[in-house]
């Protein structure tokens, strides 16, 4: 195999879609092991030297359920080449949310803007352009029940996969949030110093900080008792300036650069609304 590219989604994106435009009819369906979700694989029609891999639809890639825990999981630790996020252009915002958090892992991505006939349709536009340039990645609008965009985005994912960009820095969280981040960063670090792949190690701390200051229970259950206690402490200060709950505040600031960027890239029409009285 070449390069292994997996799409990751919210769930009713297109994923299906987009896998069996992508695969045609030779697929394999397992489970994930130790679970009933379905595991997906193809190869990709055009070139079979080209894996690809449908992970789970979720939202988020918080530890809260099986498909979350699968996905994000087979992106930290299974380091595809390329991820394939595809977004319901018809539901940017919400969608943006998983964009952010698949960012947040620096696994090279490009992202497939879905729905784009019905974006067209309600009169909406979405500058792709704009969008490649405040999230640092390729936005590559297709239609995945007709196929079109389909070849660009290929291309796209396997140039990704060949030069795995580093991905651009995106000033999501406030500075409290971010040093936080940046003192539980370097505590990992610290103890992974022996390592040859610092830079990979750093990418991975940089995650995991993100996660425990989210109070994640998967990422924290990892950590020796004195890095948790010394983590733990650093959560508690961070809680103490943002007047309470961290994981809250985290969400909260990646809905406030969503909106930021939607209001930057995104044109709609009042034809979708309904009046009401
Ligand atoms: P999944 O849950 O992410 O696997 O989404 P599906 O592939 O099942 O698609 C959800 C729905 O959106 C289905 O009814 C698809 O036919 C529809 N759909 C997928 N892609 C497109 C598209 O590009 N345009 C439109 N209008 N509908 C689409
Ligand atoms: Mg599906
Ligand atoms: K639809």
């Known amino acids: 195999m070449d390069y292994v590219i997996a799409l990751a989604g919210n769930p009713n994106s297109g994923k299906t879609t987009l896998f069996n435009e992508l695969t045609g009819s030779k697929q394999h369906v397992g489970n994930w092991p130790g679970v009933t979700v379905d595991k997906k694989e193809g190869v990709y029609k055009k070139d079979k030297n080209i894996k690809i891999l449908d992970l789970p639809g979720t939202y988020s890639l ?143 701390a940089q995650w995991k900080a993100i996660k425990l200051v989210e109070n994640d229970e998967i990422v924290s259950s990892t950590l020796s008792d004195n890095k948790r206690a010394a983590v733990e402490k650093i959560v508690r200060e961070a809680e103490k300036n943002a007047d309470g709950d961290t994981e809250a505040k985290i969400a909260d600031l990646r809905y406030q650069f969503i909106t930021k960027t939607v209001n930057t890239a995104v044109k709609k029409s009042k034809k979708g609304y309904v009046e009401t009285k």
């Open 62 to 204: 918080s530890p809260y359920s099986a498909e979350e825990i699968i996905a994000r999981d087979y992106i930290v630790k299974n380091k595809p080449d390329v991820v394939i996020n595809i977004v319901d252009g018809t539901n940017i915002e919400r969608n943006l949310y998983l964009t952010l958090q698949i960012a947040e892992t620096k696994i090279p991505m490009v992202v497939a803007m879905n729905m784009m006939d019905e974006v067209e349709s309600q009169g909406d536009k979405i500058d792709c352009e704009k969008l490649k340039n405040i999230l640092g990645v390729p936005v590559i609008p297709i239609v995945a029940r007709n196929g079109k965009g389909l070849d660009k985005l290929m291309a796209e994912a396997v140039k990704v996969a060949k030069d795995k960009p580093l991905g651009k820095k995106l000033e999501v969280f406030d500075e409290n949030i971010s040093n936080a981040v940046n003192a539980i960063s370097e505590l990992l670090i610290e103890s992974n110093n022996d390592s040859s792949s610092v830079k990979a190690i750093s990418t991975e």
